[in-house]
């Protein structure tokens, strides 16, 4: 398939040319594939989109060619693709507004910058004694085959990390005023057209004992007193980011559609309007406990599914059948992509929050015009 003369590592099993048809396109026109040699001057963005849209598109991740970028670089950019750049938004927002921001990092402590490993159970507490406010997102990407080791990772990530930084922060001499933890609708598991709300109880499911988990973890803030707020958080809409990663190059391309029968309900919600819950919920006091975080109108699939192809112009025309997508993408399939869950968020909005993006079509107008 390359050039006889490019220095690449041969893997078990390389991208067949039917497969770089639709990758070449993705590509910078600089470096548009790598038969020339191993692209170095490509934007890291864009070819770790490839490869992130060819690992959801079924596509195992080590057959992927992964000497595209350094294995860090790719790391680094998954991890912030997994939290749809919600911290980074986060983050932009705060210090936009005057506030000062410490970030965890498994890196050295510096400023604005604290060290902390979860696997280890270490975190410099000392650093934490004079913050008001504490935001937890932190947690491996649910992106990608669910190997009994990629579901380990899953859980440990938000198990012992949450564990730890309520541990930490429930023994401070100067305790935080407020603690808010991301978390997300796949608590309900798949529920088919039933409204769910914060009272429906949790599913059925990997996903729905993962956020149930992950919410109980934070019991030793609860109990130090500190005011916690979890957001189960719907499918992120952002123009790069979110569900938008692996959908848009596809949708690109004209090779969009609904999954399945399309019925499935898709609570959906833009990176806009999740950044402003996380700073709603930091500011009221009176905001406590779990809240949905999904736009009030959510669609079916295939009602998605249409509504992007017009924002992006192309064709939705291509079905993926269930099989396929089960085949593909196994127990994640069953979870996320043929999920339904019709989220009812009016218990944030009766508490104030008003969403800024309310409905489907003008919002992906906005987002891609």
């Known amino acids: 398939m390359f050039q006889k003369n490019c220095s690449r590592k041969k893997y078990p099993s390389d991208l067949t040319d039917e497969q770089w048809a639709i990758v070449e396109p993705l590509l910078p026109p600089a470096q548009s594939s790598p038969r020339g040699g191993r692209p ?14 060819l690992n959801r598109s079924g596509c195992p991740w080590d057959m992927l060619p992964h000497d595209l970028l350094p294995k860090s670089t ?19 927002a705060l210090r936009e507004r005057g506030d000062e921001v410490l970030i965890l990092t498994r890196g050295e402590s510096g400023p604005g910058r604290v060290h902390w490993d979860p696997e280890s159970g270490i975190l410099q507490c000392p650093e934490l004694e004079d913050v008001d406010a504490v935001v937890h997102l932190a947690g491996e990407s649910i992106a990608g085959v669910w190997t009994s080791a990629k579901k380990r990772r899953i859980v440990d990530s938000r198990i012992k990390g949450t564990d730890l930084l309520a541990r ?12 808010v933890s991301s978390g997300a609708i796949g608590f309900y598991g798949s529920r088919g057209d039933e409204v769910l709300n914060e009272e429906s109880g949790h599913g059925h499911g990997f996903l729905a004992d993962l956020v149930e988990d992950w919410e109980n973890a934070a019991q030793p803030v609860r109990d130090a007193g500190i005011r916690t707020v979890n957001l189960r958080i719907g499918l992120v809409v952002a123009e790069d980011g979110g ?32 950044v402003r819950a996380f700073l709603f919920a930091l500011d009221n006091p009176e905001v406590s406990g779990r809240y949905n975080v999904a736009a009030p109108t959510p669609a079916t699939n295939a009602e998605f599914t249409k509504e992007l192809g017009k924002a992006l112009h192309r064709p939705t025309v291509l079905p993926a059948p269930k099989f396929a997508l089960k085949l593909a993408m196994r127990e994640m399939a069953d979870e996320m992509l043929l999920a339904s869950q019709r ?14 993006d309310v409905e489907l079509r003008p919002t992906l107008n906005e987002l891609f015009r």
């Open 40 to 53: 170095r001057q490509v934007e890291m963005r864009e070819v770790l989109n490839t490869l992130f849209y």
């Open 74 to 92: 790719v790391y680094d950019y998954f991890a912030q693709w997994r939290d749809d750049g919600t911290w980074a938004k986060l983050v932009k």
């Open 168 to 179: 930490s922060i429930g023994v401070l001499g100067k305790k935080p005023e407020v603690f």
């Open 243 to 274: 569900m938008m990663g692996p959908m848009k190059p596809l949708f690109k391309l004209g090779a969009g559609g609904k999954l399945a029968s399309g019925k499935q309900w898709w609570s959906w919600v833009t990176l806009h309007d999740v």
């Open 343 to 356: 989220i009812d968020s009016s218990k944030i909005e009766k508490a104030g929050f008003e969403f800024d």
